[in-house]
C-alpha cells in the first residue's frame, strides 16, 4: 500500500535550472495538491487539480506549472529555480470533497 | 495576509501534562477544521476534526474545543506521551474545498 510517493527525495538546484517534482498516487483519487512547508509559515498551497486534466492556482503559485494528464499522477515544474523556493514540497491527495487528505513524505529542495 | 493563526509556534510539556494548541480564523465561511500531525522526515497526517456546529469533540486523549463565535479552536491533548512530540497543524477548509493551515507548533514531550 504505497500511498502517496513523491520523487525524489532530496535535489539540491543551482539558480536559474529546471527540476519537475513527481507525485503518484495508488488510491483512484481525484483531489491532488502540491503544498511547501516552510518554517513559520505552515503549510501553502501552490497548485491543485480537482480531477484528470485540470489544474488550478493556490495561494503561492508564482514560479511553477503542474501538469494532471493521468489521473494518478500530479508534477510540479519550476522552470528556473530561485534560493525563495528552498522548501519542503509536499504533495497530498484526496477521493472526495469530505474525505481526508493524504501526504507523501515531501522532496526536500535546496536551490543555490 | 494569513487567514488560520496557529499559537504557540513551540511547546514543551512534561510527560502526562496538558498540551494546548489554539487557533484563530477570520474567514466566517470555512466550514471543516482538521488538526495533522507531523513526525520528523514525514508528511502530515489527519489526527481529528471538527465541524462548525459542534463545541467539542473527543477522540481517546485528543479534544477539540472550538467557539464559533469567537471564530477560534484549540486541541488539548490529555496525558501527553513522548511519542506525542511532532509538529501540529490546524486547519481551515474554505469553499471549493482547499485546505488553509496554520503556521504549526513544535511539541516537545519530556519524559
Known amino acids: 500500500n504505497a500511498g502517496v510517493t513523491q520523487t525524489p527525495k532530496f535535489r539540491v538546484l543551482k539558480t536559474g535550472q529546471s527540476m519537475t517534482l513527481l507525485c503518484a498516487q495508488d488510491?483512484?483519487?481525484?483531489?491532488m495538491y502540491w503544498y511547501r512547508q516552510d518554517p513559520g509559515m505552515g503549510l501553502r498551497l501552490i497548485h491543485y487539480?480537482?480531477?484528470?486534466?485540470?489544474?488550478a492556482k493556490g495561494e503561492v503559485p508564482d514560479g511553477y506549472n503542474v501538469s494532471r494528464l493521468k489521473k494518478q499522477n500530479f508534477l510540479l515544474g519550476l522552470e528556473s529555480a530561485a534560493p525563495s523556493q528552498t522548501s519542503v514540497y509536499f504533495c497530498a491527495s484526496r477521493s472526495s470533497y469530505n474525505s481526508p487528505l493524504h501526504f507523501g513524505n515531501g522532496t526536500r529542495l535546496t536551490v543555490t | 495576509q494569513q487567514q488560520v493563526k496557529q499559537s504557540p509556534q513551540s511547546l514543551i510539556v512534561q510527560k502526562g501534562g496538558i498540551s494546548i494548541i489554539n487557533c484563530a480564523y477570520e474567514n466566517t465561511a470555512f466550514d471543516y477544521f482538521p488538526w495533522y500531525q507531523q513526525f520528523p522526515g514525514k508528511g502530515p497526517a489527519l489526527l481529528i476534526a471538527?465541524?462548525?456546529?459542534?463545541s467539542e469533540k473527543k477522540e481517546g486523549r485528543f479534544t477539540i474545543s472550538f467557539n464559533k463565535s469567537a471564530k477560534q479552536f484549540s486541541l488539548h491533548i490529555m496525558d501527553s506521551q513522548p511519542g506525542d512530540s511532532a509538529t501540529y497543524f490546524c486547519?481551515?477548509?474554505?469553499?471549493?474545498?482547499?485546505?488553509?493551515f496554520g503556521q504549526g507548533t513544535e511539541l516537545s514531550v519530556k519524559p
Open positions: 488510491m483512484n483519487h481525484e483531489y
Open positions: 487539480s480537482v480531477g484528470e486534466g485540470t489544474t
Open positions: 486547519a481551515a477548509r474554505e469553499e471549493g474545498g482547499k485546505l488553509i
Open positions: 471538527i465541524r462548525p456546529d459542534v
